[in-house]
């Protein structure tokens, strides 16, 4: 089965720092691909759209100059948290649909958990 | 503007009972839904998809049903196992290319 795989699993930074997080579809080429935010006992919250060789459409709220997202290739997609803060601590997970298949099902990445000092 | 609504409460149920999941949309015309399973901290896993022209979709001990009249969703597992403890997620889609949005999820936990 196709498979996403999301790099760090964790990370602890300080706050101020930078954070990039990876996405690859490691069996399947992935035109969009989805980030989505977690915070404890609460739904995923769709934070932008990444779209392969075009600029991400980011949901209302989400400051796009605080999480980048960049999608170079097919299978990669990545989303750095610039000058993270200790409210962005959260859980980051990464989705992709196969652009071959019936593109209808997502695929999420295993979740990174940020903690910010 | 649209929304999603699954049982916030969790569901807690004796193993070997049907759980029965509940997922309500406003706003939406779904072309189909999906259900997804989570277990702590890991990514969603796919589990049926079902289409609006679908009354009920089988899989395994998992049965969906859908009622575009309703607006609503039922999720069930029959022969629950306490393997099947985890956050249930519910995603109507208009179909496209279009973002993918989940419910709140509902936490079911099976007891042995």
């Known amino acids: 089965g196709a498979v996403v795989s999301q790099h760090p699993s964790w990370v602890i930074c300080k706050s101020g720092t930078s954070v990039k997080i990876e996405c690859r579809s490691l069996d399947f080429q992935a035109t969009t691909m989805f980030w989505y935010r977690q915070f404890p006992k609460q739904s995923l919250m769709l934070m932008a759209t990444s779209n392969e060789g075009s600029k991400a459409t980011y949901e209302q709220g989400v400051e796009k100059d605080k999480f980048l997202i960049n999608h170079a290739s097919l299978t990669l997609s990545t989303l750095t948290v610039t000058s993270a803060h200790p409210e962005d601590s959260s859980f980051y997970i990464c989705s992709a649909r196969d652009s071959g298949g019936m593109n209808e099902k997502l695929f999420f990445g295993s979740g990174t958990q940020l903690s910010v000092l | ?112």
């Open chain 2, 1 to 112: 503007s649209q929304k999603i609504e699954q049982n916030s409460e969790a569901l807690n149920i004796q193993e070997g009972k049907t759980a029965t999941l509940t997922c309500n949309y406003t706003n939406y015309s779904p072309a189909y839904l999906q259900w997804y399973r989570q277990d702590p901290g890991r990514g969603p896993v796919f589990l049926l998809l079902i289409r609006e022209n679908e009354k009920e979709k089988r899989k395994e001990r998992l049965k969906v049903t859908f009622d575009t009249t309703l607006k609503q969703s039922l999720f069930h597992i029959t022969a629950s196992q306490p393997a099947d403890s985890a956050t249930y997620l519910c995603a109507p889609h208009s179909g496209g290319y279009q973002k993918v949005t989940f419910g709140t999820g509902t936490k079911l936990q099976v007891i042995p």
